[in-house]
């Protein structure tokens, strides 16, 4: 039979999305590190916010935003007009394929990078196109050398999920320099606070219109169920992504959080360390185990191993122990695992199990 309900091309090159694993059946006492979400969870401030929520549920949240933004201004010493906010910063991103991208139009990313760069490019109908990284960090001569005419957006997560590597500004800055001003490069600043001293690249929106910053909540913020990112850009693209953004795509309690979450600096800086800490730890005790492991700039770490079933393996005897981990063949690393940083005591945990994995092993 002749299909008469068919979607746009390219929708259906789109892979469906398969979210970090939370439950290893049979197993107690487990613990997800599939997902880099903050193990402390939010703000206790943010908590109470969410909560107080409760008697206007049934009352339309702002749409414009504006305390939010200005909340996040605030805290990040930025133009409040060039701030947008958006459910999840995946939704900036899928914001900037629709207003930017369309059929035979590129949509540039990174070799490993986030996986919804392709998502987002191929649902808007342009062309994804994957550009090799230099052993898993942005390589901008490779970026540079890809661009053509048609090329349109080039994304790039600073630090990057799932490699934790991350570029310094002196390279955006020649990515920068080395593309025509009517591509747009988005810095995508999912895990920009772990970077001590990085602004996620907010001063270099400030220079050029052709870049915009995406960040979120959902990461040392802990507010990945609520759903709130944001976008910084200039103000005629702010203008632009505004038209697409639904009056109410982000829920009352969400904002609320939001606002209170930015506004404990120091409950985010508490975290900070603690992740600083707990990643240390960990990356010396893997590689002290003799598994190859790269510095990471972010709340996880991405251990190498010799093979693809050597990673299952590890994988294997993780979830056995409880330990919830990626795998990110998806992202063609076939022989490593992202394990997220949690509490010290996951770290000891995750530790003590490779310790003991790697025994059996010889
Ligand atoms: C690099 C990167 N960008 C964007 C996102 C999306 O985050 P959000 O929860 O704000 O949609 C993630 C989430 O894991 C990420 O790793």
Not at 311 to 333: P, S, T
Request: proline share 4%; glycine share 8%.
């Amino acid at each position: 039979m002749t299909k008469i309900i068919t979607p746009k091309p390219g929708i259906m090159d789109i892979e469906l999305y398969v979210g970090g694993k939370s439950h290893a059946v049979g197993i107690e006492n487990t613990v997800k590190l599939s997902s880099n979400e903050n193990p402390f969870g939010p703000s206790p401030k943010a908590k109470d916010a969410y909560r107080n929520q409760t008697d206007f549920l049934a009352v339309y949240p702002s749409s414009d935003h504006n305390e939010l933004r200005q909340a996040i201004a605030n805290i990040n010493r930025l133009n409040f007009e060039q701030v947008i906010c958006g459910n999840g910063s995946d939704e900036i991103i899928t914001f900037l394929c629709q207003a930017f991208a369309g059929v035979g139009d590129e949509v540039l990313f990174t070799e490993h990078g986030f996986g919804m760069y392709r998502i987002c490019a191929l649902g808007a109908g342009a062309t994804p196109v994957e550009v090799p990284e230099n052993s898993r960090v942005t390589d901008v001569d490779a970026l540079i050398e890809r661009c053509t005419e048609n090329t349109k957006l080039i994304f790039i997560a600073n630090p990057n999920n799932p490699t934790g590597t991350f570029i310094p500004l002196t390279e955006i800055e020649r990515l920068i320099d080395g593309v025509p001003k009517n591509i747009l490069i988005i810095l995508d600043g999912a895990y920009a606070e772990y970077v001590e001293g990085y602004d996620g690249g907010a001063q270099l929106v400030e220079m050029h219109e052709n870049v915009v910053m995406t960040r979120t909540f959902s990461k040392v913020y802990g507010l990945g169920g609520l759903r709130i990112g944001w976008g910084y850009a200039s103000p005629e693209v702010v203008d632009i992504l505004a038209r697409l953004r639904g009056p109410f795509n982000i829920n009352r309690a969400a904002l609320s959080a939001a606002i209170a979450a930015v506004n404990d600096e120091n409950y985010v800086n508490e975290c900070l360390i603690q992740n600083n800490n707990c990643g240390n730890f960990l990356i010396n005790e893997i590689r002290n185990l003799g598994f190859e492991c790269d510095d990471t700039y972010a709340n996880f770490i991405l251990p190498r191993f010799i093979d693809e079933n050597q990673a299952d393996a590890a994988n294997a005897a993780l979830e056995n122990a409880g330990l919830i981990v990626r795998q990110v063949k998806g992202y063609n690393l076939h022989n490593c695992l992202r394990i997220t940083i949690g509490k010290e005591v996951d770290c000891y945990r995750v530790i003590n199990t490779l310790k003991k994995f790697k025994e059996n092993q010889s």
